[in-house]
């Protein structure tokens, strides 16, 4: 060993030593479902999801949008928002807002994609597969 490392190895050990301590674990606690959930977006987008559940479409619409104005914060809720918009719209003949709330679902998310079954519906299907070129 030669005189260099025998000066620094100690040094270097005691160092790390020292930054070993000065690793904190979280002081907050993460934030659980319950605490998203009283969110206002978010308490408005389960609304939404329950009313659409329940086929209440118009109280649907009026959760789905105020969510999306709240400002959801996950980028998949602003599409499952969207998506649920459009499968509303174009289920009520209103094609143009059908077509830009697809859009706006994979401008919120752009891994957005409906399943299998729900692209081959026949009323927002094709304005889907429009989306998607």
Not at 57 to 64: N, S, W
Not at 76 to 105: G, P, V
Request: charged content about 20%; aromatic content about 6%.
């Amino acid at each position: 060993m030669t005189l260099h490392t025998a000066l620094i190895a100690p040094l270097l050990a005691a160092a790390l030593a020292g930054l070993a301590g000065c690793v904190q674990a979280p002081t907050t606690a993460p934030t659980g479902l319950l605490d998203v959930a009283e969110r206002p977006a978010e308490k408005s987008l389960l609304a939404g999801l329950r009313a659409y559940d329940d086929a209440q479409y118009v109280q649907a619409e009026k959760h789905l949008q105020t969510a999306i104005q709240a400002g959801l914060v996950s980028s998949r809720d602003r599409a499952a928002a969207h998506k649920l918009l459009a499968f509303i719209y174009c289920t009520s003949n209103r094609m143009n807002d059908c077509e830009a709330q697809f859009r706006a679902a994979r401008t919120a998310d752009p891994a957005f994609a409906l399943t299998k079954s729900e692209a081959g519906h026949p009323l927002w299907g094709p304005v889907y597969q429009r989306v998607q070129r």
